[in-house]
């Protein structure tokens, strides 16, 4: 069973920073595409960064985050991260960690992590 485990989520001032972390499990056999969404309350779920996992290439969606978020893939450690600098109290949200990818079990699936908070208040 294929599991993504989020973790690094937080309360932080205005400005800070935080990491959060997206641990895949060892099933997966093929990769085809990793992101990162949000969901403010009341709004919408968006993506706010995806990532080729073949190339490593991380192209911001939200306008919002550009120059300060920063997507990447380990893919020995089978980790996704998001390195969310200066952060702004509309980035408060749940963040959510997606895979689709390849399973025996499966096939092709589309996977979500559990969802972490980040909340940005002074």
């Known amino acids: 069973q294929v599991q993504l485990v989020e973790s690094g989520g937080g309360l932080v001032q205005p400005g800070g920073s935080l990491r959060l972390s997206c641990a895949a499990s060892?099933?997966?056999?093929?990769?085809?595409?990793l992101a990162w969404y949000r969901q403010a309350p009341g709004k919408q779920r968006e993506v706010v960064a995806f990532i080729d996992p073949d190339s490593n290439t991380s192209t911001n969606y939200a306008d919002s985050v550009k120059d300060r978020f920063t997507n990447s893939w380990d893919y020995s450690g089978r980790t996704l991260y998001l390195q969310m600098n200066n952060l702004r109290p509309e980035d408060t949200a749940i963040y959510y960690c997606?895979?689709?990818?390849?399973?025996?079990?499966?096939?092709?699936?589309?996977?979500w992590g559990q969802g972490t908070q980040v909340t940005v208040s002074s």
């Open positions: 060892r099933s997966i056999l093929r990769i085809y595409a």
């Open positions: 997606y895979m689709n990818a390849y399973t025996r079990a499966r096939g092709r699936f589309d996977y």
